[in-house]
């Protein structure tokens, strides 16, 4: 899930899983760590 796909979710009512999602999205750098 990106950053992208997280704002498209907030259009909806956001679950508790999507905003935790959406914090982690924030603070963890994925791109670093995915291969």
Do not use: C, H, N
């Not at 992208?4 to 760590?33: C, H, N, S």
Request: no cysteine; charged share 35%; hydrophobic share 45%.
């Amino acid at each position: 899930m990106t950053f992208a796909d997280a704002e498209y979710a907030g259009k909806r009512k956001q679950t508790r899983k999507e905003l935790f999602l959406i914090e982690m999205d924030r603070v963890v750098p994925w791109k670093g760590l995915m291969p």
